[in-house]
């Protein structure tokens, strides 16, 4: 199956901007999507496409893609952004089925 | 309004079957894609299963041939049959709605625009 990698962790002071990043060949062909995961609560779609929110996400949040990494960027990150986010693409393997990165757990400092 | 309502978690011996339903409003299962999500305890998001519009069925490489997902038109519900639990399948569940992102004639990506609130499955003895 096709491998995506994140940074375990990333901190950002209350404010300023974070950036998560996912890497994967994959991300070559195919936009990522990024998922905010809250603790004790379901994922919610936060970008996908090659920048796109959904209605009733903060236009804080931005998504970009430059070779196998795509990115997922907070402009002024809030203190209710703290949060597990995840990065998911096609499977290069077979591109029918959907493979997740492990995940970026954002402190906001 | 869109919701997704997942059911039929519980605490199940290994070896056990059980099936999880996702009960959908707002919009109609048989004219999208849905999938099943499951989050193992402290771990990340695994995909598990895919049920297209046009029927097809696709499943991750860790079920594949135990589980089963299928879809009730009728009572616009997804279903994944889990069949041969081991401990390693301990995790709650979701299920979302699975969109193919297109422009300009071709698609480059899926997304999940709407989860479910999860269900619990323990496998233990």
């Known amino acids: 199956s096709s491998e995506l990698t994140q940074d375990p962790a990333v901190s950002v002071a209350l404010g300023q901007t974070a950036k998560i990043t996912c890497q994967g060949d994959i991300l070559r062909s195919y936009y990522a999507s990024w998922y905010q995961q809250k603790a004790g609560q379901a994922p919610v779609l936060v970008i996908y496409g090659k920048n796109n929110r959904p209605s009733g996400i903060p236009d804080r949040f931005s998504g970009s893609s430059s070779g196998n990494t795509a990115s997922l960027t907070i402009t002024g990150a809030q203190a209710e952004d703290e949060a597990d986010y995840y990065c998911k693409s096609r499977d290069s393997s077979d591109n029918r089925h959907v493979v997740f990165a492990g995940g970026t757990k954002l402190t906001v400092l | 309004e869109v919701q997704l309502v997942e059911s039929g978690g519980g605490v199940i011996q290994p070896g056990g079957s059980l099936r999880l339903s996702c009960a959908a409003s707002g919009f109609t299962v048989s004219s999208n894609y849905m999938s099943w999500v499951r989050q193992a305890p402290g771990k990340g998001l695994e995909w598990v299963s895919v049920i297209y519009s046009s029927d097809s069925t696709y499943y991750a490489d860790s079920v594949k041939g135990r589980f089963t997902i299928s879809r009730d038109n009728s009572k616009n519900t997804v279903y994944l049959q889990m069949n041969s639990l081991g401990a390693d399948d301990t995790a709650v569940y979701y299920c979302?709605?699975?969109?193919?992102?297109?422009?300009?004639?071709?698609?480059?990506?899926?997304?999940?625009?709407?989860w479910g609130q999860g269900t619990l499955v323990i496998v233990s003895s």
């Open positions: 979302a709605r699975d969109r193919d992102y297109c422009s300009g004639g071709s698609c480059y990506s899926r997304y999940f625009d709407y």
